[in-house]
């Protein structure tokens, strides 16, 4: 049921704050007295501490699932301190790539039954890994056959793109960051810090009570009290709702998408965390509208793509807050210098920051800024929604794409 709603990528896009809410629904808690915040994540309760003493925890997955991975893999090694390396599934089993018994795999995959997911699942059993799966699906051949595991519990989704399970996927693995570094004292604030932030996600987080978060006037004007019948407890609903605020930039992406629609190519520049950001627009944009794109990581571009830039190539350039912004601002420069045709992603307020030569050098799409680690989860969605509109405007089928289907369970 597509509800008001014209299509289901269109719906899903749409959804996603109470996708993620779903998500982490009794998954973030309030411990003893000298643990203020912490996750719970019952799939694992018995695995965390063999986890955390991996030699190598190694990322798993196909198409979005895999990117869903990349985004969050410099959390994992921040809060770990285990080294993460990233495997696309077909490529681990066609390399027979080494996979160690002191090893943590995990398999990242919506619908739990991708065939190539699934054969480097059997190959990483046979090597001895401890198997952790990620996925959307309760029963499916995933679920079923590691050694334990997270639903992301997004919801059913049906567009052949994936789009709410990638944030929920992402999601969970921050929190999956977080329950591995549970025991480091040197990183609770960062870790509280990352708590905060995912509250501050989607709409109806009902834990925000329970952890006794400080509230400031607006959330307390936003807040509704909901009471969950027979645990007593009065939970506030916050609507401190980043995600809803960047789902507004719905029209800005349709004028965005008009203007892109005869445009034979789009280039998509991220780095450090939004790396994957890149990857996985390039991906939506290229999947449903047909329209060839690249996502590339800004670090490479002086060494090789560069030679691709002139006044008529559309660039999307990511560049909101974080550590490395001010290596994306001179990305932008550069693209500038080259008269590069660029469309900059960037944290509100930032429009000046980012334009060298002021709005008439660029267009700027301005996203609220929220924790480093969870940006990609905001960031996304602006791209999701203009590869919606773009696939609408050139008049293809974006539910069911050309040659594509939901569930990959052939090789
Ligand atoms: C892209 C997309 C695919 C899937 C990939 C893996 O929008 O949907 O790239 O992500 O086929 O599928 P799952 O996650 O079901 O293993």
Redesign the pocket.
């Known amino acids: 049921n597509k509800g008001k709603y014209e299509h289901y990528m269109q719906k899903e896009i749409h959804e996603q704050p109470e996708s993620l809410t779903t998500t982490m629904r009794g998954r973030l808690k309030r411990g003893g007295s000298t643990k203020a915040k912490t996750v719970l994540l019952g799939g694992l309760k018995d695995h965390i501490k063999s986890i955390r003493r991996s030699r190598r925890i190694v990322f798993i ?7 869903a991975a990349l985004a969050a893999r410099p959390i994992i090694e921040e809060l770990s301190g285990v080294p993460v390396t990233m495997e696309i599934a077909s490529d681990l089993v066609d390399r027979q790539g080494p996979i160690y018994r002191e090893d943590t795999a995990v398999f ?7 065939a ?2 699934l054969l480097a699942l059997e190959y990483a059993l046979e090597n001895g890994a401890l198997c952790v799966g990620i ?3 309760v029963g499916s051949a ?1 679920a079923r056959n590691t050694h334990c595991g997270i639903h992301i519990n997004a919801g059913c989704e049906i567009g ?4 709410k ?2 944030t929920s996927q992402i999601v969970v693995m921050a929190m999956l960051a977080l329950a591995i570094g549970d025991d480091a004292i040197s990183s609770q604030a960062r870790r509280e810090a990352i708590i905060d932030g995912l509250f501050d996600l989607p709409s109806m987080l009902h834990l925000a009570f329970s952890f006794n978060r400080s509230l400031d006037y607006k959330d307390l004007f936003y807040c509704t009290v909901v009471h969950l019948g027979k645990s007593n407890m009065f939970l506030p609903c916050i609507f401190a709702d980043k995600v809803r605020e960047v789902l507004k930039l719905d029209q800005e992406m349709k004028e965005l998408a008009k203007l892109l629609i005869a445009e034979q190519s789009l280039l998509v520049f991220g780095r450090g965390y939004n790396f994957a950001t890149a990857l996985e627009g390039a ?2 944009v290229k ?2 509208s047909l329209m060839h794109s690249e996502g590339m990581l800004a670090g490479e571009m002086k060494h090789g793509p560069l030679a691709l830039v002139d006044e008529n190539l559309p660039i999307i350039v990511i560049a909101t807050r974080d550590a490395c912004f001010s290596k994306q601002q001179s990305v932008i420069q550069q693209l500038h210098a080259r008269k590069g045709r660029l469309i900059v992603v960037c944290s509100k307020g930032d429009a000046a920051a980012v334009c060298p030569g002021g709005s008439s050098s660029c267009r700027v799409i301005e996203v609220p800024q929220v924790e480093d680690c969870l940006q990609p989860v905001v960031n996304i969605i602006p791209l999701q929604l203009l590869a919606y509109h773009l696939t609408v405007l050139r008049g293809y089928n974006v539910d069911q794409p050309r040659n ?1 289907a ?3 369970t052939t090789q």
């Open positions: 997955g196909c198409g979005t699932s895999y990117n990242v995959s919506q619908s739990g039954e991708t190539d997911t996925t959307n699906t995933i052949v793109a994936s789009t399970a990638y991906l939506k999947e449903v594509l939901k569930s990959v």
